[in-house]
């Protein structure tokens, strides 16, 4: 519903968009309830791998192919369409966050279904199915957290063989520019559309201030962004990547919140979906997956429960802040959960709905849903409006304004 206090704002949108009738119901989402997953026949999976020179420090100079998926419907492959990039956060490889296969949560089959959009998804070096440089070495691991590893892999700590971090903000670009362009040149398109989620908002905005001309709109999930950004904390224990265990992830790990801590509305999120989360996880690291101890309370002997190795990746602040954001003017949407924590405080949506100079800009906060939408009941509100908005460039006919999504995917001003 819309409510009367918000009336008259309502008018004036409608005023320039021409899109609603004021006497009739108000703007709903209509998500695709009924979707039980299999691989349908008329959607192609393709696996990319993407030459690129390597701009990591590990591996600087080297040849490397990053790993890239695409998803897109068969009968559309020689027609006009929109090419969409999916991007991963800090910690979750792409697939497992953007494609999970199961029922109906797979968010990139729901943007091939749709007819207008050929779907790719990228992991970035140090994560998923790319290249790891250095992080096969269980002794580069942070000296704090080997004792995760003890006895599997490690019988003991160890000194790091690399002490130094693994990516940076400027190499995650040179990585994310080489795939554009090699999208731009196997689908003959101009610009790609953008998918980023969490600290993918590092590289998504950042990229759109330098090469507006190759991106088509941008689409912020539960970014990370902070007005008061001015330069990364000093590094203690420098090493190219961090552990992440299951419990990390679903409870948190003293640092951050996990995803436990978000759930506070009934039915918010599926019984038991956080163990085809982790098993989506751990199909991507094929050798984190064989690291740490097995479940608790499982028999001795039991495969392990494995561990994410989570790059390390050195945001510079310099590149992500108000002053870069204010840069922005191709178009965005913003989408974000109400129970979405921060992840400390680092999300000032509002702020960066403002920084934004297009005038075709909308923010989303979804009502029951967290930073983990896409793995949650309102992930119908997301893979909805994703899918208007790559289509039309609009969501229910509005291409400006700032609104509520309640459970019935009902939209209300704000």
């Known amino acids: 519903m819309i409510t009367f206090r918000h009336f008259l704002f309502l008018l004036a949108i409608l005023a320039l ?22 691989q349908p026949s008329n959607i192609l999976t393709i696996d990319h791998a993407v030459p690129h020179t390597s701009t990591v420090a590990a591996n600087a100079g080297e040849l490397v192919h990053l790993f890239v998926r695409e998803r897109v419907r068969e009968d559309v492959v020689d027609r006009r369409r929109e090419a969409v990039l999916m991007i991963h956060g800090r910690s979750v490889p792409v697939l497992a966050a953007a494609e999970l296969r199961y029922r109906d949560y797979d968010w990139a089959l729901s943007l091939a279904q749709s007819g207008g959009a050929d779907v790719f998804m990228l992991d970035f070096q140090g994560s998923g199915r790319s290249p790891r440089p250095k992080m096969d070495d269980p002794c580069n691991a942070p000296t704090a957290q080997q004792s995760i590893l003890i006895p599997n892999p490690l019988a ?3 000194p790091h063989s690399y002490p130094f971090t693994l990516n940076t903000s400027g190499s995650d670009l040179d990585e994310l520019d080489a795939v554009i362009d090699y999208i731009r040149n196997l689908r003959g398109v101009d610009k790609v559309h953008l998918i980023g989620w969490s600290a993918g908002s590092f590289r998504i905005g950042p990229y759109a201030v330098l090469h507006p001309e190759k991106v088509a709109s941008l689409l912020f999930f539960a970014p990370i962004f902070n007005t008061a950004f001015r330069g990364p904390p000093p590094i203690a224990d420098p090493t190219p990547m961090t552990l992440g265990t299951r419990a990390d992830a679903f409870v948190g790990d003293g640092k951050t919140l996990g995803w ?54 050195v945001n510079a602040i310099r590149v992500w802040n108000a002053e870069v954001a204010a840069q922005l003017t191709v178009r965005t949407l913003i989408i974000r959960g109400e129970l979405d924590t921060g992840q400390g405080g680092l999300q000032h949506v509002e702020a960066l709905y403002d920084l934004i100079q297009n005038d075709n800009k909308l923010r989303f906060t979804v009502q029951c849903a967290g930073h983990f939408m896409e793995w949650e009941r309102q992930r119908h509100a997301l893979h909805e409006i994703s899918r208007e908005w790559i289509r039309d460039g609009r969501v229910s006919g509005f291409d400006r304004g700032e609104f509520y999504v309640d459970t019935e995917g009902n939209f209300i001003i704000q």
């Open 260 to 313: 436990d801590v978000e759930v506070k509305c009934e039915n918010q999120r599926e019984p038991r979906i956080q163990d085809v989360v982790w098993a989506a996880i751990m199909e991507n690291d094929e050798l984190g997956r064989t690291w740490g101890p097995p479940p608790a309370g499982a028999p001795s002997g039991s495969p392990p429960e494995g561990v994410m190795r989570i790059r390390s990746s």
């Open 17 to 38: 968009t021409g899109c609603h009738d004021a006497s009739g119901p108000p703007p709903q989402l209509r998500p695709n309830v009924g979707l039980q997953y299999s």
């Open 156 to 158: 003991a700590t160890c």
